[in-house]
């Protein structure tokens, strides 16, 4: 079964989608850059390689025979307003990518609240009948939906989550809190062969002893229970999650445990964690996205340099923000920019 993660944050952006392509699923296609972090807004360099995600979704959306939405935050839907750095329902259909067959699956209404709700109907308007509601233990034989579940932090918004069942048995969870009782009892009974899902938020705490303790216990439980574990997204958005991962590879040696960029064999492309090093080093406006004009002359620059950069990371590998400076330093420098 061909599984690829499409857009998630060690490839450099906000989100988890991901298109099983045997089975022509393809589950939260949305995509974002943190808005502002270290009160810096995405640096030029981010918003090229959130136009390369957006383009691998668009692409998706047409060859998908069934798309699922597990929530409505803005990182894993196209969104009727969206930033300059997210995907948008008008990307969808100024692509021609509408394909008036696909089933797109969602969670259900009653399970929403505020934002949430409104993004729903917004979706409706525009995609009406190909709208399915997700129940949990409703499905089709390929797909079956668990959940909901509660999202990782405490946040009150729930997350479906979604099982496909081929060749290999995939369990997305997205943004599920994988320390809960009730994901660790469904993953036991499921019993799958990968499982694709989100990790703590460590880059909103310290990294301490306590903390790392307790996460890695609850996490080994969930281990247990899969042949290969793909964490990501929350988790990867501070060098501290690196850490995390390590620690948890060594604890569980009997289930493979990867990053979104080990398991599709690309470099550490966490460019929200490492956000600082690219101001510092190619310095532009923190402004620089409200100028039409500016944004477009730029995001066209980075375009042709972006695939160098790309270069000296697959063959450095980095895997702290240290390194990455090492590594960013040198492209620039080999292509005459510093």
Not at 299 to 315: A, S
Request: with cysteine; net charge neutral.
């Amino acid at each position: 079964m061909k599984v690829e993660i499409l857009g998630t944050e060690t490839l450099g952006v906000r989100g988890l989608s991901t298109f099983i392509d045997t089975a022509k699923v393809l589950i939260d296609p949305g995509v974002a850059l943190g808005f502002s972090r270290y009160h810096l807004h995405p640096h030029p360099i981010q918003a090229v390689v959130g136009d390369e995600v957006r383009a691998r979704i668009i692409g998706a959306w047409k060859r998908a025979g069934d798309i699922i939405i597990s929530h409505f935050h803005g990182d894993h839907i196209p969104l009727a307003n969206p930033n300059p750095f997210q995907l948008g329902i008008d990307d969808i259909l100024n692509s021609h990518s509408t394909n008036s067959d696909v089933r797109i699956w969602v969670k259900a209404e009653r399970f929403c609240k505020g934002i949430e709700r409104r993004r729903l109907r917004d979706l409706k308007r525009v995609f009406g009948s190909q709208m399915v509601e997700a129940e949990p233990s409703r499905g089709d034989g390929l797909l079956e939906f668990i959940g909901p579940f509660q999202h990782t932090g405490n946040s009150d918004t729930l997350v479906l989550g979604t099982l496909i069942r081929g060749e290999k048995t995939v369990l997305h969870l997205s943004d599920a809190d994988i320390f809960s009782e009730e994901v660790a009892r469904a993953v036991s009974r499921v019993n799958p062969d990968i499982v694709i899902s989100d990790g703590p938020s460590i880059y909103r705490h310290r990294f301490d002893g306590r903390l790392v303790d307790y996460t890695l216990s609850r996490a080994s439980r969930l281990a247990d229970s899969c042949g290969t574990w793909i964490i990501d997204h929350h988790l990867m958005r501070c060098d501290e999650g690196i850490k995390w991962l390590n620690s948890l590879r060594k604890e569980k040696g009997g289930c493979k445990i990867l990053s979104a960029a080990d398991f599709m064999m690309r470099p550490l492309t966490m460019l929200e964690a490492w956000r600082r090093t690219l101001y510092k080093l190619v310095p532009v406006s923190n402004e620089w996205f409200r100028d039409y004009s500016l944004m477009k002359g730029l995001k066209r620059n980075y375009k042709d340099i972006w695939p160098e950069i790309e270069i000296d990371l697959g063959r450095e590998r980095p895997n702290s923000e240290k390194e990455f400076e090492g590594v960013l330093r040198y492209s620039l420098e080999r292509i005459d920019l510093i």
